[in-house]
Protein backbone atom coordinates (compact mmCIF):
# COMPACT_ATOMS: atom_id res chain seq x y z
CA UNK A 1 0.00 0.00 0.00
CA UNK A 2 1.35 3.33 -0.73
CA UNK A 3 2.15 5.25 2.31
CA UNK A 4 3.43 2.04 4.12
CA UNK A 5 6.17 0.40 4.71
CA UNK A 6 6.53 -3.68 3.86
CA UNK A 7 6.43 -4.87 7.47
CA UNK A 8 3.51 -2.13 7.80
CA UNK A 9 1.43 -3.16 4.69
CA UNK A 10 2.09 -7.10 5.91
CA UNK A 11 0.76 -6.16 9.52
CA UNK A 12 -2.44 -4.71 7.69
CA UNK A 13 -2.88 -7.91 5.48
CA UNK A 14 -3.46 -9.67 8.78
CA UNK A 15 -5.73 -7.35 10.19
CA UNK A 16 -7.92 -7.16 7.27
CA UNK A 17 -7.97 -10.72 6.93
CA UNK A 18 -9.37 -11.26 10.77
CA UNK A 19 -12.81 -11.04 11.89
CA UNK A 20 -12.09 -9.65 14.93
CA UNK A 21 -9.66 -7.00 16.67
CA UNK A 22 -6.10 -8.95 17.31
CA UNK A 23 -3.70 -8.46 20.07
CA UNK A 24 -0.15 -7.81 19.04
CA UNK A 25 0.70 -11.66 19.76
CA UNK A 26 -1.70 -12.48 17.63
CA UNK A 27 -0.86 -10.46 14.59
CA UNK A 28 2.77 -12.13 15.27
CA UNK A 29 1.78 -15.74 14.90
CA UNK A 30 -0.32 -14.75 11.70
CA UNK A 31 2.23 -12.70 9.71
CA UNK A 32 4.11 -14.44 7.27
CA UNK A 33 7.03 -12.31 5.98
CA UNK A 34 9.51 -15.02 5.55
CA UNK A 35 11.48 -13.51 8.29
CA UNK A 36 11.18 -14.21 12.11
CA UNK A 37 10.21 -11.13 13.96
CA UNK A 38 10.48 -9.83 17.44
CA UNK A 39 7.26 -9.18 19.81
CA UNK A 40 8.50 -5.77 20.31
CA UNK A 41 9.19 -5.18 16.22
CA UNK A 42 5.12 -6.00 15.78
CA UNK A 43 4.29 -3.74 18.82
CA UNK A 44 5.94 -0.83 17.03
CA UNK A 45 4.68 -1.80 14.17
CA UNK A 46 1.02 -1.25 15.29
CA UNK A 47 1.91 1.69 17.14
CA UNK A 48 2.94 3.39 14.31
CA UNK A 49 -0.08 2.37 12.59
CA UNK A 50 -2.20 4.04 14.86
CA UNK A 51 -0.24 6.87 15.13
CA UNK A 52 -0.84 7.22 11.52
CA UNK A 53 -4.61 6.43 12.02
CA UNK A 54 -4.83 3.42 9.69
CA UNK A 55 -5.79 1.09 13.18
CA UNK A 56 -7.75 1.74 16.36
CA UNK A 57 -6.89 -0.21 19.42
CA UNK A 58 -8.99 -0.59 22.51
CA UNK A 59 -7.36 -2.01 25.80
CA UNK A 60 -8.70 -5.62 27.13
CA UNK A 61 -7.08 -6.35 30.21
CA UNK A 62 -3.63 -5.69 30.25
CA UNK A 63 -3.21 -6.03 26.28
CA UNK A 64 -4.38 -3.56 23.32
CA UNK A 65 -6.63 -5.40 20.34
CA UNK A 66 -6.37 -3.71 17.33
CA UNK A 67 -8.87 -3.54 13.97
CA UNK A 68 -7.90 -1.56 10.91
CA UNK A 69 -9.66 2.41 10.82
CA UNK A 70 -10.08 1.85 6.74
CA UNK A 71 -10.77 -0.67 4.20
CA UNK A 72 -8.56 -2.34 1.85
CA UNK A 73 -10.63 -0.92 -0.99
CA UNK A 74 -10.18 2.43 1.08
CA UNK A 75 -6.25 1.77 1.48
CA UNK A 76 -5.88 0.89 -2.57
CA UNK A 77 -8.11 4.24 -3.88
CA UNK A 78 -5.78 6.20 -1.60
CA UNK A 79 -2.98 4.29 -3.34
CA UNK A 80 -4.59 5.41 -6.83
CA UNK A 81 -5.37 8.47 -5.82
CA UNK A 82 -1.47 9.32 -4.30
CA UNK A 83 -0.11 7.82 -7.73
CA UNK A 84 -2.46 10.18 -9.98
CA UNK A 85 -1.09 13.26 -7.81
CA UNK A 86 2.18 12.67 -8.33
CA UNK A 87 2.10 11.68 -11.89
CA UNK A 88 2.29 15.05 -13.92
CA UNK A 89 -0.33 14.50 -15.96
CA UNK A 90 -3.41 12.62 -14.32
CA UNK A 91 -5.86 12.61 -17.35
CA UNK A 92 -3.47 10.79 -19.51
CA UNK A 93 -2.72 8.14 -16.51
CA UNK A 94 -6.44 8.02 -16.10
CA UNK A 95 -6.91 7.34 -20.20
CA UNK A 96 -3.82 4.69 -20.23
CA UNK A 97 -5.98 3.00 -17.14
CA UNK A 98 -9.16 2.97 -18.62
CA UNK A 99 -7.94 1.27 -21.93
CA UNK A 100 -6.63 -1.26 -19.93
CA UNK A 101 -9.43 -2.34 -17.87
CA UNK A 102 -12.09 -5.21 -18.46
CA UNK A 103 -16.19 -5.11 -20.00
CA UNK A 104 -16.80 -5.53 -16.13
CA UNK A 105 -14.29 -3.39 -15.09
CA UNK A 106 -15.46 -0.51 -16.98
CA UNK A 107 -19.02 -0.96 -16.02
CA UNK A 108 -18.14 -0.64 -12.62
CA UNK A 109 -16.59 2.70 -13.27
CA UNK A 110 -19.47 4.07 -15.51
CA UNK A 111 -21.92 3.20 -12.66
CA UNK A 112 -20.05 4.60 -10.30
CA UNK A 113 -19.40 7.82 -12.31
CA UNK A 114 -22.97 7.86 -12.78
CA UNK A 115 -23.64 7.22 -8.94
CA UNK A 116 -21.24 10.25 -8.62
CA UNK A 117 -23.19 13.11 -10.57
CA UNK A 118 -26.50 12.89 -8.32
Known sequence: MHGLGELESAVMDVL???????????VLERLDTGRRLAYTT????LDNLHRKAWVSRAQQGRAYHYRPEISREEAAARAVRAVLDSSGNPSAVLMHFVASVSDEEGDALRRALRRRRR
Not at 18 to 24: G, M, T, Y
Not at 42 to 45: A, E, G, I
Request: aromatic share 6%.
Open 16 to 26: WQASEPLPVRA
Open 42 to 45: VMTV
